[in-house]
């Protein structure tokens, strides 16, 4: 095999171990190959890739965003205030996407101009922002939207078929692509990860790089927020705990690496349909809730320890 | 390369503990085909937490009635969050079982997939919490009235039937300090002998009990019994009673939790109210049979209590 070829396995080897994945599951349980078990899956991966698609470049900076969690939460929270307020659907997610990539590019201000480590800097706005979530909300949760339209956005389908979180999960994954590749922004990333002293002599603004990335993934998250408080057609003040795990193991699994300046937000997409096949499946069966910690804790140690082992 | 492999390494792994795992599971019967759902009738259970004591022994109630009963029982654990609760009852919606047993983690966030349920031609029947903006068939949970109510008696007995009580709410507003609180007030209520000197939220907070009772002591050290709608504010109640130097206060509590069973092991309480988390899971099983019977069944299911006393 030439190293051409490796490198071209190696690149696919998530998506081959997705496609593998689902071959096993459909001949193990009939219903996961159904259309509609299909489209679940991608709604329950929706979120988590939305997420992941914003972590994917912070990642690729060699950073970290661990406040996606309570960044969410709070954006939650203030689109459900908004529409209490009797204002639309519209105005409700213009908000909390405005109020995402504001609390973002706190992230991206504190590390870039504050030269504070990415992963205390976001340490410390999670906890701020949490508590932000709980001070707004009173601590429990808004329930109850009368507004059709933002029904809409977790709970409803184009076409009749595809759900509506599955077409915006879709949508940022075309315009993620397309930066990355296309883009002289989406090369000033790859630069700034890879190297940032050569970027910076090269002429990239890699502050500018850095605020603006932590602003996406602020973004992205609130977007996140949004679809999940229509779906639950309530906003939860705890809600998010622990989604930044779930997305930095999507970007991981998808071949990105925690070292910054290599990897691709095709492989998140991957990785994080990998991880809602995986849940998926597992409840199909009926495996119970303990093993499947288990089993879901083994694939990531494993492919990534084997991937790492690799480098070396 | 060793991406590659690792991902195929990672696949087959998932697919060997699958199979392994699959026909385990099941709770029905003996054979690994229940598990693929052949003969079998299947009902899925999701739970809001396995962290808590209180749901793993519902879950443990409802698999044993399960097995007894030759249903095949699958549950996913919704880790105390919304969404992940939605994913696993979707997926049991997928898995077309015949009926859902849902503990909510939250009554307003799960009335969607409830819908969605329903839509399936699926029967839901909620368990110790309730949905709010959706119809199930039942619900089940503990009798909270009857449970404050058996408090109430219990205090008149061993006060021979007079003196001066105190009660200490939980969270105004929630369900359980509402229904406890209505079922103690109806039994001590008109009682001649009786006076409620003091009726106070403590918001099940154990320090909150403590210095709640510290307060009213102040105001008032003649008083011979204590309700407190949870055991958290009873044992902070029992403190500040042992430091006022009170001798002879009949105090009882609510929940049984270990710490308060112990307590009363020890004297320090009167008694407390236990719930049955065992009973509400295997009478989740029994009404999901009786809805695949397609025999009637209530809308309300209350769930007895006991009490615990030295």
Known sequence: MTARQKETLQKYGPFLALIAVCIGLAFLSPNFLSVSNSFDVMRQVSINAVIAFGMTLTILLGGIDLSVGSILAVSSVLAAMTMKGGHGAGLAAGIALLAGAAMGSLNGVVIAKGKVAPFIATLGTMTLLRGAALVLSNGSPISGFPSQLFAMLGGGYVARLIPVPVVLMLAMFAVFWFVLRRTVFGRHVYATGGNAEAAKLSGVNTDRVQILVYTVSGAMAALAGVILTSRLDSAQPTAGAGYELDAITAVVLGGTSLAGGRGWVFGTLVGALLIGVLNNGLNLLGVSAFYQEVVKGSVILLAVLLDRGGKT | ?310
Do not use: Y
């Open chain 2, 1 to 310: 390369m060793m991406r590659s492999i690792s991902t195929w390494v990672a696949g087959l792994i998932v697919l060997i503990g699958c199979s392994n795992q699959g026909p385990d599971t099941g709770a029905g019967g003996t054979a690994a085909s229940t598990a693929a759902g052949s003969g079998a009738v299947t009902v899925g259970l999701s739970i809001s937490t396995m962290d808590n004591p209180f749901f793993v022994a519902l879950r443990d109630g409802a698999q044993a009635e399960a097995k007894a009963a030759g249903i095949n029982l699958i549950t996913v654990d919704a880790q105390n969050d919304a969404a992940k609760q939605i994913a696993g009852v979707e997926d049991l919606i997928q898995k077309k079982v015949r009926v859902i047993l849902l503990n909510p983690t939250d009554s307003d966030a799960v009335a969607n997939v409830v819908k969605e349920a329903t839509a399936a031609g699926i029967k839901v029947i909620s368990l110790d919490r309730a949905v709010n903006g959706a119809e199930v068939s039942a619900h089940i949970a503990s009798d909270n009235v009857a449970g404050g109510k058996m408090a109430g008696e219990f205090l008149l007995k061993r006060l021979g039937g007079k003196g001066n009580l105190v009660e200490l709410e939980g969270i105004p507003g929630s369900s359980a300090a509402r229904e406890r609180g209505e079922g103690f007030d109806s039994v001590i209520a008109g009682k001649p002998g009786v006076k409620l000197v003091a009726k106070q939220p403590a918001n099940f907070d154990r320090a909150q009990g403590l210095t709640v009772m510290e307060n009213i002591l102040q105001g008032n050290k003649d008083i011979q019994g204590v309700f407190a709608q949870n055991d958290e504010m009873a044992l902070g109640a029992q403190r500040a009673i042992e430091e006022a130097g009170l001798k002879n206060v009949v105090i009882v509590g609510f929940d049984a939790t270990a710490d308060a069973v112990a307590a009363v092991k020890a004297g320090k309480l009167a008694a407390t109210v236990q719930q049955k988390p065992e009973l509400i899971g295997k009478m989740g099983v029994d009404t999901a049979k009786l809805l695949i019977e397609g025999e009637p069944v209530d809308r309300n299911i209350p769930v007895p209590l006991a009490l615990v006393t030295q």
